[in-house]
């Protein structure tokens, strides 16, 4: 089981932490990415991040590696969460429109056993 905490600040950076002991696992944007929104797959497997330059970039939880980038093109992602089976990732546009990330067609899905 992992024990992770996502946490972004006013010095525009994102990090992972352990929260058994406080350590930062890893950083995961670079400064000008600011996030906006953030959220864990169902079963922890992978992190979301929606950008203020309007980028969703997709992380493993357990390493840190960025997995896919997605372009907007339609400013920054005021919500998004994932399917309850993990397959897809529903992206509320700042247009109020929807966009959805078919998880499978990407190459990965949080379905299935951890």
Same mark, same amino acid.
């Given at each position: 089981m992992q024990y992770l905490l996502v946490s972004t600040s006013s010095d525009l950076n994102s990090r992972?932490?352990?929260t058994r002991n406080g350590s930062c696992i890893k950083e995961l944007l670079t400064?000008? +990415?600011k996030v906006w929104m953030r959220t864990f797959?169902?079963?922890g497997r992978y992190f979301a991040a929606g950008t203020a330059n309007g980028r969703v970039l997709i992380f493993s939880s357990s390493?840190?590696?960025?997995?896919?980038?997605?372009?907007?093109q339609s400013g920054k992602a005021p919500d998004m969460d994932w399917q309850s089976a993990g +397959?897809?990732?529903a992206v509320g546009l700042k247009s109020g429109g929807v966009a959805v990330?078919?998880?499978k067609k990407v190459g990965f899905s949080d379905h299935g056993a951890p």
């Open positions: 992972v932490c352990d400064p000008e +990415d797959s169902p079963r390493t840190g590696t960025l997995l896919f980038e997605w372009d907007l +397959d897809q990732l990330l078919d998880m």
